[in-house]
């Protein structure tokens, strides 16, 4: 079965305080890795797709990273604006996606 | 923003009645999914669609039917609402198995 764990799932940082969050999977035939942010009361905004082991994306303060086994979304000086629950989700080869529950970021200014 | 919408965003019903939430977008895309959320759970998937009358079962698709008659709309049925199906329900559209956009969503309160 496919599993998808997120951690921490909740983070408090201070303005410009770096950290990574984690995204650990177990997927049969892993077609792509997706992050997402969401904001209170709307839908998961699209961030990054990752495909194969090795490969970063970069958006702004943000930086997806993908293992065999793992990805991380590292935020560097981060903002206020950048607190929201940032979801993980991973496609396997029958091409459903299957979501964590996701980690929820609040940069104190 | 990507033209992508949900109707209606809030709804509140009793226990038995039959419920329709509709998801409508402009950007043509093929692939058009249910998903609903809950505390504790990530996204799960209800059901899913490929194409015009072209659909498939998710993971949590008990007491729902979907139907697409159109591109453009995706219908999600509650035959009969139970409290168990109190939640957030999003659609999400794309070309293939990621999903580039999601609707804003619907409250549903079964009483």
């Known amino acids: 079965e496919d599993q998808v764990t997120q951690s921490p799932e909740a983070l408090r940082l201070q303005e410009g305080e770096s950290s990574s969050l984690n995204c650990s999977y177990t997927?049969?035939?892993?077609?792509?890795l997706f992050w997402y942010r969401q904001d209170p009361g709307k839908g998961p905004e699209f961030l990054f797709t990752?495909?194969?082991a090795g490969e970063e994306k970069e958006k702004e303060r943000l930086k997806a990273t993908l293992t065999k086994k793992e990805s991380f979304l590292h935020i560097t000086a981060p903002k206020p604006e950048d607190s929201a629950t940032y979801l993980c989700?991973?496609?396997?080869?029958?091409?459903?996606?299957?979501f964590g529950t996701g980690t929820r970021l609040t940069i104190i200014p | 923003d990507a033209g992508i919408t949900q109707s209606p965003r809030h709804k509140v019903t009793e226990t038995g009645t039959p419920v329709t939430l509709r998801c409508h977008q402009t950007?043509?895309?093929?692939?058009m999914y249910w998903y609903r959320q809950d505390p504790g759970h990530g996204l799960r998937l209800i059901h899913y669609s490929y194409g015009v009358k072209d659909t498939d079962k998710g993971e949590v698709s008990d007491g729902y039917s979907v139907s697409r008659s159109k591109t453009e709309d995706f219908l999600l049925t509650l035959e009969s609402a139970t409290s168990s199906q109190t939640s957030v329900y999003f659609c999400?559209?794309?070309?293939?198995?990621?999903?580039?956009?999601f609707g804003p969503g619907t409250r549903l309160t079964v009483l």
């Open positions: 950007e043509n895309h093929r692939y």
């Open positions: 999400a559209i794309g070309d293939w198995g990621g999903h580039k956009f």
């Open positions: 989700a991973v496609l396997p080869g029958n091409e459903k996606l299957t």
């Open positions: 990752l495909y194969s």
């Open positions: 997927v049969s035939g892993l077609r792509g």
